[in-house]
């Protein structure tokens, strides 16, 4: 199997993981591109090792790596910013039933 294809599997399966347990799980979408960004700097950090360790095939599929999940952070937070308005929305009615019967 070529690089590019591992890095892109592992990529796609970690936006899978992330994205069902913090949208099911956690209840939390909000933190879904702050943890695409911390698996955009694991890409770099990978990029860096192998640039250092002069593998250059390697090095661009995590270098491909970085650029997917920074596209995706980008569009997690823009689509955040547009949509907050409708995130937490079981937190705000917990709060309100909280001051209601507190």
């Known amino acids: 199997m070529k690089p590019f294809s591992i890095v892109l599997t592992i990529n796609i399966t970690l936006f899978l993981v992330i994205g069902l347990f913090f949208y099911f799980v956690a209840n939390r ?18 990029a860096a090792g192998f640039w250092l360790d002069r593998k250059r095939d390697i090095m661009m599929a995590f270098v491909w790596g970085v650029a997917i999940t920074v596209v995706v952070t980008v569009l997690g937070f823009y689509l955040m910013n547009k949509y907050k308005h409708l995130v937490g929305v079981e937190e705000g009615y ?9």
Request: proline share 7%.
């Open 94 to 102: 917990t709060a309100m039933l909280q001051t209601f019967f507190g």
């Open 29 to 46: 979408p909000e933190l879904i591109p702050l943890f695409t960004g911390i698996q955009a700097a694991f890409n770099l950090l990978g």
